[in-house]
């Protein structure tokens, strides 16, 4: 069985105005060691998030353009992935860590061959270790018929 009288005697020990410290102590605590921990953070930004290729022919499918960005945080920035929404389009990107100040770039190819004519839409999901953890990057473009 518990026994109460040894809580009883226990809490005795502290009186109101401890527990208030104590309280008081441990939130500023915490709260110190999130806003340190958050100042040393990577942070991602990038120049532009969309990129329209405007209209182009089918006789020509392939389209690319880069993303440039700067790791503004006081950590180095990681792109841990670079995923597209589709298999027509293929995101590379800096593999090594970019550091405070510094910029890289990712680089995206469209490739329309087999693809009907007309609008297209396409993302690029980028997570990394900064802020934010993830950003979409949108392409899009008009592709028309080849003239025969």
Same mark, same amino acid.
């Given at each position: +069985?518990?026994?109460?009288? $040894? =809580?009883?005697? @226990?809490?005795?020990?502290?009186?109101? !105005?401890? +527990?208030?410290? =104590?309280?008081?102590?441990?939130?500023?605590?915490?709260?110190?060691? /999130? $806003?340190?921990?958050?100042?040393?953070?990577?942070?991602?930004?990038?120049? !532009?998030?969309?990129?329209?290729?405007?209209?182009?022919?089918?006789?020509?499918?392939?389209?690319?353009?880069?993303?440039? @960005?700067?790791?503004?945080?006081?950590?180095?920035?990681?792109?841990?992935?670079?995923?597209?929404?589709? #298999?027509? /389009?293929?995101?590379?990107?800096? !593999?090594?860590?970019?550091?405070?100040?510094?910029?890289? *770039?990712?680089?995206?190819?469209?490739?329309?061959?087999?693809?009907?004519? #007309?609008?297209?839409?396409? /993302?690029?999901?980028?997570?990394?270790?900064?802020?934010?953890? +993830?950003?979409? $990057?949108?392409?899009?473009? *008009?592709?028309?018929?080849?003239?025969?």
């Amino acid at each position: +069985m518990f026994n109460f009288s $040894l =809580l009883v005697k @226990f809490a005795d020990v502290f009186n109101h !105005k401890d +527990m208030k410290k =104590l309280f008081l102590f441990t939130v500023i605590l915490f709260t110190s060691m /999130t $806003l340190v921990y958050a100042q040393d953070n990577a942070e991602i930004k990038f120049d !532009k998030v969309s990129h329209n290729f405007g209209t182009f022919s089918e006789s020509d499918p392939v389209r690319e353009c880069t993303f440039t @960005f700067t790791n503004a945080g006081k950590a180095p920035l990681i792109i841990n992935q670079a995923v597209a929404s589709c #298999g027509c /389009t293929i995101p590379s990107y800096t !593999k090594q860590p970019v550091a405070p100040g510094q910029k890289g *770039e990712i680089k995206v190819t469209y490739n329309g061959k087999g693809k009907f004519p #007309g609008h297209f839409k396409k /993302t690029i999901t980028v997570r990394t270790n900064g802020v934010p953890e +993830m950003t979409r $990057l949108v392409i899009e473009g *008009e592709m028309t018929e080849a003239k025969q």
